[in-house]
């Protein structure tokens, strides 16, 4: 029998297609196309071996329905925002999370996840910091907050392993 997890990403212009592809396809993509997209791949969580169709969204209005039945039978759902944008980190909690709320999510735990930290071609300060992030994850009853940098390949396999294995 194949243990599968059905992995939900969402949020806007936050850098999610990047992290899917890198974990993915352990390579950062030069280019895409946002539109709903599937990738599978494997995983091992505690000495399992779990397949992992990760449903990455897009953001634009035009998919917002076809965004919406993507959470029916989630395993779980990561929220995306890049933390140099105060936007991105609005919009999980007033579109994302409401979207969330009014699906047949079968309760799939929620994964926020701050993206871009640690890359070298950003010199500003962050628009959103950890403390804020975790009073979100706090205020949504998410199972964790955790940052990754695709680009770096930082913490990107763990944000897919948390995920997963808060399914377990």
């Known amino acids: 029998m194949i243990n599968r997890r059905k992995l939900v990403v969402v949020g806007d212009y936050s850098g999610k297609t990047t992290t899917v592809k890198t974990f993915t396809r352990d390579e950062v993509p030069k280019t895409y196309i946002g539109t709903v997209d599937l990738e599978i ?3 091992e969580v505690n000495g399992q071996i779990i397949e992992v169709q990760i449903w990455d969204t897009c953001s634009r209005t035009r998919f917002e329905s076809p ?8 395993d779980a759902i990561l929220l995306f925002f890049t933390i140099y944008s105060r936007t991105s980190f609005e919009n999980v909690k007033e579109i994302y999370l409401p979207e969330i709320l009014q699906s047949e999510r079968k309760n799939a735990p929620l994964l926020l996840v701050g993206t871009r930290c640690n890359e070298p071609i950003r010199k500003r300060e962050p628009a959103v910091g950890v403390e804020e992030a975790q009073r979100l994850v706090e ?3 998410a199972i964790g907050y955790i940052e990754c940098s695709a680009v770096c390949k930082l913490n990107v396999e763990e944000v ?3 995920a997963v294995a808060a399914t377990m």
């Not at 965004?67 to 989630?74: D, H």
């Open 41 to 43: 791949t494997d995983i």
């Open 160 to 162: 897919f392993a948390r």
């Open 139 to 141: 205020e949504i009853n």
């Open 67 to 74: 965004r919406k039945s993507i959470f029916r039978g989630a």
